[in-house]
């Protein structure tokens, strides 16, 4: 059972460190840099902000996705992807699934 609590603990904290990342770019980073930046300087004030981010971000991806994974094939829990009233983890899955190729494809 000890297993189970730290790959919930990794799914819980990477999920937060994930959105936590996404909200601040959102809510701190952009507008900071719209008030601090000329126009033409921008785009560019947000890669080098952005690029010490991302890989962040891709590492928190991959560990949402593998601790979830995980933990749905330790307890056996593939009969819920196909109950209507458990849809909210084949949901779930769908969208992680993309997000770890989509983000560790560089640029």
Do not use: N
């Not at 507008?31 to 785009?43: C, N, V």
């Not at 952005?50 to 994974?69: D, K, M, T, Y």
């Amino acid at each position: 059972m000890d297993d189970i609590i730290i790959a919930r603990a990794i799914h819980i904290l990477s999920v937060l460190f994930w959105i936590g990342g996404v909200a601040f770019v959102t809510l701190v980073v952009m507008p900071s840099i719209r008030g601090s930046f000329a126009p033409d300087d921008r785009l560019a004030a947000f890669h080098r902000i952005e690029g010490h981010f991302a890989p962040q971000a891709r590492v928190w991806i991959v560990l949402a996705g593998a601790s979830g994974f995980w933990m749905i094939h330790h307890t056996q829990m593939w009969d819920r992807f196909s109950r209507q009233r458990e849809l909210e983890i084949a949901l779930g899955w769908c969208l992680w699934k993309p997000g770890p190729f989509s983000l560790a494809i560089p640029a």
